[in-house]
């Protein structure tokens, strides 16, 4: 096997790597260790920890390298997504944190079965343990990317080496573990990104200039067509379905709530969710820059890019191409650091929320007996193992999509299966009950499933009129807004009957 680095950038990202994994581990050893420590950090951890592990939740590796393959590939009508993150974030503090606060559960979907019975709890807690394998398994996918060029081997096999050391550290770890690192490895993915971008800039012919020259040219600082097409990816098309997701991410993910739970107060939780989400907008908006910067760099010296990098099926593997082949001695190490950082961050963080889930709203739900702390320690171990494994093969499965950004969010509103939807009609109906939530969901199912696979199966032939005209992003927004309109026009429906009957 032949290296492509120089033994300096082996290095420093081998000798990153190490340090992660036994800094993570080490908290396993941490004498009179709880469950509750391994869940929410025994809800003691400082503000400015929680938010930089909130924002490297947002960042993850689809974000370090996807954004700038995204950018590479169209324009910045993608960078839309994270101007909806200030006005998700404000609904948050306002009336998600104080919720969760209040409610004092290590499950988000606790409040779900208090208002709704057991089934909407399992409902929405399988949605979310589907939507992290998606997700993990993109991370892991994109990850792989960079180490193939730094190394050469097999994509197949990079993706198990990675998912089973980010395994070890957070399945050993704890949310601890998580959090912590997270903050060591949010520092270093700014930092990192910073330094490429500053190297684009200084490195073309004519001056940084340039970019903009060439991308202007180009179109590629467009944030998106601003009419109102559904069908297509425009501007009011991304800031509606980002604001959706958001949304979701901030009131019903578990990513999110569990570190609520973290904070030594409500007003720290709601400091930290300020925190991360605010220093996510400008930080993707340096990844759109990279992006557009690579496209410039290679428009005006397209000797440097070899033949089968060329087209732009090949956007999301310019990036990782540009850190080995491009960047000084020592520089490459710390980028492709920086990108194991920002994608174990998210995976980490998945690892260790979904082994929550299944152990508060799984395991223990239907496991009568008074469980020990020993056995829970087990069950969360094991949960998060097993999770890990399964988004392995998610990771396999994702090397022959065309951009692992559009696969993402595809697989994202598809197994969101309108849980926002349930929970903003627990959240602001008082007056409807299980009985027409259960409706509601089932019939926000029928729908999410006729806008996901129509497109697919219903190709051509006479069918092909009934298949789904809208775009793909929109499946979130069109099945949350059926589910919460359904429950609630159900429950006016339901409460006249019985008005006219008395």
């Known amino acids: 096997?032949?290296?492509?680095?120089?033994?300096?950038?082996?290095?420093?990202?081998?000798?990153?790597?190490?340090?992660?994994?036994?800094?993570?581990?080490?908290?396993?050893?941490?004498?009179?260790?709880?469950?509750?420590?391994?869940?929410?950090?025994?809800?003691?951890?400082?503000?400015?920890?929680?938010?930089?592990?909130?924002?490297?939740?947002?960042?993850?590796?689809?974000?370090?390298?996807?954004?700038?393959?995204?950018?590479?590939?169209?324009?910045?009508?993608s960078f839309v997504f994270s101007l909806s993150i200030p006005i998700a974030a404000l609904i948050a503090v306002?009336?998600?944190?104080?919720?969760?606060?209040?409610?004092?559960?290590?499950?988000?979907?606790?409040?779900?079965?208090?208002?709704?019975?057991?089934?909407?709890?399992?409902?929405?807690?399988?949605?979310?343990?589907?939507?992290?394998?998606?997700?993990?398994?993109?991370?892991?996918?994109?990850?792989?990317?960079?180490?193939?060029?730094?190394?050469?081997?097999?994509?197949?096999?990079?993706?198990?080496?990675?998912?089973?050391?980010?395994?070890?550290?957070?399945?050993?770890?704890?949310?601890?573990?998580?959090?912590?690192?997270?903050?060591?490895?949010?520092?270093?993915?700014?930092?990192?990104?910073?330094?490429?971008?500053?190297?684009?800039?200084?490195?073309?012919?004519?001056?940084?200039?340039?970019?903009?020259?060439?991308?202007?040219?180009?179109?590629?600082?467009?944030?998106?067509?601003?009419?109102?097409?559904?069908?297509?990816?425009?501007?009011w098309g991304i800031l509606i379905y980002g604001l959706f997701i958001n949304l979701q991410n901030f009131g019903i993910d578990q990513n999110y709530v569990q570190r609520y739970m973290c904070a030594k107060t409500e007003k720290e939780a709601i400091k930290s969710t300020w925190m991360g989400s605010l220093l996510y907008v400008p930080v993707s908006l340096l990844f759109f820059l990279i992006g557009t910067a690579l496209f410039a760099y290679y428009k005006v010296q397209p000797e440097l890019l070899p033949q089968e990098l060329q087209g732009l099926e090949a956007a999301d593997r310019i990036f990782p191409y540009f850190i080995v082949e491009a960047l000084p001695i020592g520089m490459t190490g710390l980028l492709i650091a920086s990108i194991f950082a920002a994608g174990m961050s998210t995976i980490s963080t998945s690892i260790n929320s979904s082994a929550t889930v299944i152990l508060t709203d799984h395991f223990k739900k239907y496991h009568k007996d008074k469980i020990s702390s020993k056995m829970e320690f087990r069950i969360l171990t094991g949960a998060a193992i097993l999770m890990g494994l399964l988004s392995i093969a998610v990771a396999l499965a994702m090397t022959n999509v065309k951009s692992a950004l559009d696969a993402w969010w595809a697989l994202s509103s598809v197994f969101s299966g309108g849980v926002l939807g349930l929970f903003l009609l627990s959240f602001l109906s008082k007056r409807v009950q299980r009985f027409e939530a259960g409706i509601a969901v089932i019939v926000g199912i029928i729908v999410i499933a006729w806008m996901s696979l129509t497109p697919v199966f219903l190709t051509e032939g006479e069918w092909q009129e009934f298949s789904n005209p809208l775009h793909v992003n929109l499946t979130i927004v069109l099945g949350t807004c059926v589910i919460f309109l359904t429950g609630f026009l159900l429950s006016l429906i339901i409460k006249k009957n019985k008005t006219s009957q008395i």
């Open 94 to 235: 306002k009336f998600f944190v104080p919720l969760y606060r209040k409610v004092q559960s290590k499950s988000a979907y606790y409040y779900l079965e208090s208002r709704f019975g057991p089934w909407a709890r399992t409902y929405a807690s399988i949605c979310y343990l589907l939507t992290q394998l998606a997700r993990m398994g993109t991370i892991m996918y994109l990850l792989a990317l960079p180490t193939n060029a730094l190394l050469g081997w097999d994509i197949g096999t990079i993706i198990i080496v990675t998912g089973v050391f980010v395994i070890i550290y957070a399945a050993m770890g704890g949310i601890e573990a998580v959090i912590w690192t997270d903050a060591i490895q949010g520092i270093v993915l700014i930092g990192g990104a910073i330094a490429c971008l500053l190297f684009i800039m200084f490195s073309m012919p004519q001056g940084p200039m340039q970019i903009v020259e060439v991308g202007q040219s180009f179109n590629k600082f467009s944030l998106g067509s601003f009419g109102l097409n559904f069908k297509e990816s425009t501007f």
């Open 1 to 77: 096997m032949q290296m492509n680095l120089p033994i300096t950038d082996l290095v420093v990202f081998f000798i990153y790597m190490i340090g992660i994994l036994f800094f993570g581990v080490s908290f396993y050893f941490k004498k009179g260790r709880t469950t509750d420590d391994y869940m929410v950090g025994g809800g003691r951890l400082p503000s400015w920890a929680i938010g930089m592990s909130i924002f490297a939740t947002f960042v993850s590796s689809i974000s370090f390298l996807a954004l700038p393959g995204k950018a590479y590939l169209s324009n910045w009508n």
